[in-house]
């Protein structure tokens, strides 16, 4: 049996001036996503994802470089990495079974890097629902800089 | 349909083992690359933390930075944390040559850009003689350049040995 295309870009972006960029209208042609980001940010600020604009429950447990542990059962979103304006900070985050209706769970694992830390970030969103567009948000009013880039990939299982 | 995801070049130690060697003349024609090592060392002991990814041959250690953690059997639920300045940018987990390969992944992001330096994260984990561990790190490259050579080195009068293996790839945005 003939292997389909197994990473293929879905869609990118270079954002610039902006404190959100969303991928909408996700197509369920995959079986995962990945998403890439190389990011400068105008000012210091914490970078997040949320899948759907929904602001519901995800759990999330990251490990920071610094030896921080944290846990959150009830974020409404995913923090990815940090970014002071300084470097491009670096993530990779694979998001598994993103169409998966019938396990309530989307799980991503980030792995990214910042001017301080890298992060090893694991986050799971509650939701019967597909994922069909992924929002990349800042925490206040940073922006991303040019050449800033997202690119979303499609990961089919041939 | 578009090819995003290229092997740009590899590298297999065979026969006398070496302590360094160089992806040169990487083109400019992917947006992002990906590094995946899978190594041994003719190291001694349990484990060592001596991978070293010098960029565009820039040698002077002061100008790396980064931070990494990592835990192994007698800290399982901790991970222990190392900053890499101003010595060396690490990479590397476990290798002893009696026993398994260690594996590593890195993402270096917008690459060509001189605009800024680009931090890159890594993760890898080994299975040495008596321990087990595994490894997340950052590593910022000396100087805002675009990256055209990844020198890979083994420290502390280590050679990688027969069998390592390391692959750049290239990643497009479209």
Not at chain 1, 38 to 59: C, D, E, K, P, Q
Not at chain 2, 9 to 23: E, L, N, W
Not at chain 2, 40 to 47: E, L, P, V
Not at chain 2, 110 to 130: I, W
């Given at each position: ?6 990473f ?17 209208s ?11 980001g ?11 994802l ?62 990214s ?35 800033s ?5 499609g990961?089919?299982?041939? | 349909?578009?090819?995003?995801y ?8 065979s026969?006398?083992?070496?302590s360094t ?18 190594s041994r ?19 002077t ?14 800290n ?14 690490w990479?590397?987990t ?16 917008n ?12 993760f ?9 561990l ?5 590593a ?23 069998g390592s ?10």
């Amino acid at each position: 049996m003939a292997a389909g295309p197994t990473f293929e870009p879905i869609a990118t972006a270079t954002p610039s001036g902006v404190t959100t960029y969303t991928f909408s209208s996700i197509t369920n042609a995959y079986t995962d996503l990945v998403l890439v980001g190389s990011v400068i940010m105008s000012a210091s600020t914490v970078i997040r994802l949320r899948f759907n604009g929904s602001s519901g429950t995800y759990y999330t447990k990251y490990y920071l470089s610094d030896g921080t542990v944290s846990q959150n059962s009830s974020a409404s979103m995913m923090e990815l990495v940090n970014n002071d304006g300084s470097v491009f900070s670096n993530f990779y985050v694979d998001i598994l079974d993103y169409k998966g209706t019938t396990y309530p769970t989307k799980t991503a694992l980030c792995r990214s890097a910042d001017q301080t830390n890298s992060w090893l970030n694991g986050g799971a969103w509650v939701s019967s629902n597909a994922i069909n567009s992924i929002e990349i948000y800042t925490t206040n009013s940073a922006t991303f800089s040019s050449p800033s880039r997202l690119t979303l990939y499609g990961i089919a299982r041939a | 349909m578009a090819v995003t995801y290229t092997l740009i070049a590899s590298y297999t130690v065979s026969g006398s083992s070496t302590s360094t060697f160089t992806f040169s003349s990487i083109p400019s024609s992917y947006d992002h690359l990906i590094l995946n090592m899978s190594s041994r060392a003719n190291y001694s002991g349990d484990y060592h933390l001596n991978n070293f990814v010098q960029v565009n041959s820039q040698s002077t250690v002061s100008n790396y930075t980064g931070r990494f953690g990592y835990n192994d059997t007698s800290n399982t639920n901790n991970f222990l944390v190392q900053s890499s300045s101003p010595t060396a940018i690490w990479i590397g987990t476990g290798n002893i040559s009696t026993d398994f390969f260690s594996n590593n992944w890195s993402f270096i992001g917008n690459y060509n850009s001189s605009s800024a330096p680009s931090v890159r994260p890594y993760f890898g984990g080994s299975e040495p003689a008596s321990n087990s561990l595994i490894i997340f790190g950052s590593a910022r490259q000396g100087t805002a350049a675009a990256i055209t050579s990844l020198t890979l080195k083994e420290l502390s009068g280590n050679n990688y040995i027969a069998g390592s293996t390391f692959y750049l790839y290239g990643l497009k945005n479209s």
